[in-house]
């Protein structure tokens, strides 16, 4: 029963990665109607996270888990919730497609969200793998990679905020991406947090305020 509790959480992130790619994909080649698949889309991720949230409070009432079991059920349902809100930033990076045909501008140069957008997608997929396999070593790859996004996205506002300054006719897309880049640097939080509780699964350890030095010892 816990087995297909956690088969269906990796289906919902499969579903959720797809939304991610189109989605991107949807922005940076300005295409309003895949963007409206994606928004559309989201409907199916918030009915799979209920479903998953009621067959978790099934199992707690009828079962009791303890142990291990307890501990799988409750990394299922923080990695649910997880997932669920990846799906929520995958819409509104989509959300911001039709945005981006109004001020004119494609941010297929933007190399910043194309580059971003492509990392915290593997961190999604690598997450999820290691959620699968209860992989300690790819969970830590995945917090170190989160480190590193969030440096790129402070980087990036930096030198979104010069350029603005410097021409703002380019004001609204330049805002734009903003938007965008704040939704995917939150992606990449919440397969973080996925990935810490894998560990919490290998370990039985709550590493959601180590430090990554502190988790690699």
């Known amino acids: 029963e816990l087995e297909r509790l956690k088969t269906s959480v990796l289906e919902m992130g499969g579903l ?14 300005v295409d309003s109607e895949k963007a409206e698949r994606v928004i559309d889309n989201d409907h199916e991720v918030n009915r799979m ?3 998953i949230d009621r067959d978790c409070t099934l199992i707690f009432a009828r079962r009791q888990p303890a142990a291990s079991d307890l501990r799988l059920l409750m990394a299922v349902i923080k990695v649910n919730t997880d997932i669920e809100r990846i799906g929520d930033e995958a819409t509104k990076v989509a959300r911001q497609t039709p945005r981006m045909a109004e001020v004119g ?17 593997e961190m999604l997929r690598q997450s999820l793998d290691a959620f699968t396999r209860v992989d300690v070593e790819m969970a830590t790859a995945v917090m170190r990679a989160d480190r590193d996004v969030d440096a790129e996205y402070r980087s990036a506002l930096r030198s979104l905020v010069t350029f603005m300054m410097e021409d703002p006719r380019d004001i609204g897309a330049v805002l734009t991406e903003m938007w965008v880049l ?6 990449g ?5 996925i990935a810490e509780q ?12 180590q430090s990554l030095e502190d988790v690699e010892s």
């Open 189 to 193: 939080d919440h397969a973080c947090n």
């Open 16 to 29: 959720v990665e797809e939304q991610l790619r189109e989605a991107m994909d949807s922005l940076l080649n």
């Open 105 to 121: 501008k494609s941010p297929s140069k933007f190399v910043e969200i194309s580059h971003i957008g492509t990392k915290v997608a």
């Open 49 to 51: 996270e209920m479903a």
């Open 182 to 187: 704040r939704a995917l640097e939150r992606i």
């Open 198 to 209: 894998v560990i919490y699964l290998a370990r039985g350890t709550d590493v959601r305020h």
